[in-house]
T-cell receptor
Framework: KAGVTQTPRYLIKTRGQQVTLSCSPISGHRSVSWYQQTPGQGLQFLFEYFSETQRNKGNFPGRFSGRQFSNSRSEMNVSTLELGDSALYLC??????????????FGPGTRLTVT | GENVEQHPSTLSVQEGDSAVIKCTYSDSASNYFPWYKQELGKRPQLIIDIRSNVGEKKDQRIAVTLNKTAKHFSLHITETQPEDSAVYFCAASIPFGNEKLTFGTGTRLTIIP
């Protein structure tokens, strides 16, 4: 099976702009989670989508949003970009077939630089 | 919410020796504990995981142990090799229908040839 893919891989934006990142999960996986990775804060959970519904949300401002489509592909959007939003944005997919947490597999990430 | 602490932040071991990385978690409801390996410029890769109904799990040179009472879990790598050099992250997840992982801060492991 193909792994998790993310596009674009690299992005440079200016403060105040908005950005949309895309994630295609492993075929058959129904859950997509998004994480922000920075040297200072490590890996932090942004949100999780399952069956087109946001199931959980981390402690990020409302400028960070996302959605999931019927084919399980997911997008996240960051509006009014700030310098501190520069980070590696990772998505992870999992089967999520039972109530117990399942193995999550990460995509290669999108490296966002805000100038 | 859940909090995961990871130690040490850096670890250097001679090739062939063993390496141990330790994590503690705060929420006793956590029941899933994966470990990820991240090489420079690469995505985190799941290397082993353990659930709360198991005390130990092994996969070749890698093992994970879990002490639910003390809320500790540890990664053990034996017979280390240069390709084991990477940053390792532990994580914890609470059940109840969500996949949120709370990560530790990472351990940079360097294998000295």
């Amino acid at each position: 099976k193909a792994g998790v893919t993310q596009t674009p891989r690299y992005l440079i934006k200016t403060r105040g702009q908005q950005v949309t990142l895309s994630c295609s999960p492993i075929s058959g996986h129904r859950s997509v989670s998004w994480y922000q990775q920075t040297p200072g804060q490590g890996l932090q959970f942004l949100f999780e989508y399952f069956s087109e519904t946001q199931r959980n949300k981390g402690n990020f401002p409302g400028r960070f949003s996302g959605r999931q489509f019927s084919n399980s592909r997911s997008e996240m959007n960051v509006s009014t970009l700030e310098l501190g939003d520069s980070a590696l944005y990772l998505c992870a997919s999992s089967l999520a077939q039972t109530g117990a947490p399942s193995e999550q597999y990460f995509g290669p990430g999108t490296r966002l630089t805000v100038t | 919410g859940e909090n995961v602490e990871q130690h040490p932040s850096t670890l250097s071991v001679q090739e062939g020796d063993s390496a141990v990385i330790k994590c503690t978690y705060s929420d006793s409801a956590s029941n899933y504990f994966p470990w990820y390996k991240q090489e420079l410029g690469k995505r985190p890769q799941l290397i082993i995981d353990i659930r709360s109904n198991v005390g130990e799990k092994k996969d070749q040179r890698i093992a994970v142990t879990l002490n639910k009472t003390a809320k500790h879990f540890s990664l053990h790598i034996t017979e280390t090799q240069p390709e084991d050099s990477a940053v390792y992250f532990c994580a914890a997840s609470i059940p109840f229908g969500n996949e949120k992982l709370t990560f530790g801060t990472g351990t940079r492991l360097t294998i000295i040839p």
